[in-house]
């Protein structure tokens, strides 16, 4: 279930910080297009600044198991 919500989190993370920034630049222009638009392109750096990160990581002694068990073919 873990492996299920992470892309979730992700999503979640990166749409507040689109709300976030969409907000301030809502509230600062009182322009509803300049708000989407600021929503917009933060929602999408960071989603891809936390895909980045996330990639960055190195993974565990478990996850090299599991990778490798994946590789090897299977018998069917």
């Known amino acids: 279930m873990r492996d299920v919500l992470k892309p979730v989190e992700l999503l979640a993370l990166a749409a507040a910080m689109g ?35 996330a990639l960055s990581i190195a993974p565990t002694d478990d996850e090299k198991r599991d990778i490798a068990d994946q590789d090897r073919p299977s018998s069917h």
């Not at 708000?35 to 929602?43: E, N, S, T």
């Open 19 to 53: 709300l976030f920034t969409g907000l301030i630049a809502f509230m600062s222009t009182r322009d509803i297009v300049i708000g989407l638009i600021g929503f917009g392109v933060a929602f999408i750096v960071g989603l891809v600044l936390l895909a980045m990160f």
